[in-house]
């Protein structure tokens, strides 16, 4: 199976503008929402429909043929909307609300949005295909539910930043620590070498699976310049994780390259020569010119 790089499609912004012929859907009943989009059930229970208002919470996988555009599971973030009102003109035009406001907890179904203009561009259609919403609701809470669960993430947000800000200090003195050693040779053994110049040096290999492109990833990180062991930037005092897409651009090339050599769960230690960071010009005023970088990360699970 094909995986094709996500970028957030901004569903509201979608019209449908022509259509084509449906696949074969392999007998199953095809049902129209209200909005006019194609519908396939694949459970159907007993459970209540959303009300307006209602929050949903349901994992999507968004597919053209056996492409796969999108997978929520591989993000580790379960989606979550509110229910607009029935008369919401707006949500009419998009496919995953028409059919959520159709399914109950437990229930799957695809709805299908056919080719359009936007859509060829953008992903490549061809005039018989149709962009695939492959949909899974979990759970269906009132908007007084929803502001508990809210409030309890708060609060376990903040006492996770806390423990984090504790750990700066250890962290510090860490990495302090390795990049003494490392600018001194006493680390050569342990590094590990790329043709592109990267450097680093793999403490615990972690137990999850390795990262593929277009992967999220919640990293930990301390950062150093080798040139005089100056902190530039940390995670650790912000209290959370940098979240990144792996391999598509959104972070320098050390840190791509480095991500899609690592395991989930995995601590480790990137030293970036320029090339591979900001370059000659460097990003001033913290980044100098041509720095070489050390950062000490620790990859969520």
């Known amino acids: ?35 006019g989009f194609e519908m396939v059930w694949h459970k159907q229970g007993e459970g209540a429909a ?6 949903v919470y349901f994992h999507r996988v968004v597919t053209i043929g056996d492409s796969v555009v999108h997978d929520s599971r591989r993000s580790g973030d379960m989606p979550v909307i509110e229910m607009p009102p029935q008369d919401d003109e707006e949500a009419q035009s998009q496919p995953e609300l028409n059919a959520l406001r159709l399914m109950g907890e437990g229930d799957s179904a695809t709805v299908m949005m056919p080719s359009n ?3 060829m561009e953008g992903f490549g259609l ?9 949909i899974k609701v979990h759970d269906i809470v009132s908007p007084a ?10 609060k376990e947000q903040e006492q996770q930043r806390l423990k984090l800000a504790e750990r700066e200090g250890e962290v510090a003195e860490l990495a302090a620590e390795i990049l003494s050693d490392y600018k001194a040779g006493n680390l050569q053994d342990q590094i590990v070498k790329t043709e592109s110049g990267l450097r680093y040096i793999v403490h615990e290999e972690g137990s999850g699976d390795q990262f593929e492109r277009g992967d999220v990833a919640d990293v ?7 040139e005089d062991g100056s902190m530039f930037d940390n995670s650790f005092g912000r209290g959370a994780p940098f979240n990144l897409n792996v391999g598509v651009g959104m972070v320098i090339p050390g ?44 990859v969520q699970e």
């Open 1 to 35: 199976m094909k995986w094709i790089n996500w970028t957030i499609i901004v569903f509201a912004t979608i019209m449908i503008t022509a259509c084509g012929e449906l696949p074969d859907r392999g007998g199953a009943e095809v049902i129209e929402t209200e909005g």
């Open 50 to 55: 959303p009300n307006p208002g209602d929050y």
């Open 117 to 119: 203009e936007m859509l």
């Open 126 to 134: 061809a005039e018989d295909e149709t962009l695939d919403f492959n």
């Open 145 to 154: 539910a929803f502001q508990e669960r809210m409030l309890e993430q708060q």
């Open 220 to 226: 930990h990180y301390y950062g150093l310049l080798v």
């Open 255 to 298: 840190w791509d390259e480095s991500l899609m050599n690592l395991r989930k769960g995995a601590v480790a230690t990137l030293f970036i020569p320029h090339q591979l960071a900001y370059g000659e010009a460097g990003q001033p005023p913290v980044i100098p010119e041509r720095a070489e970088l050390m950062f000490y990360i620790e």
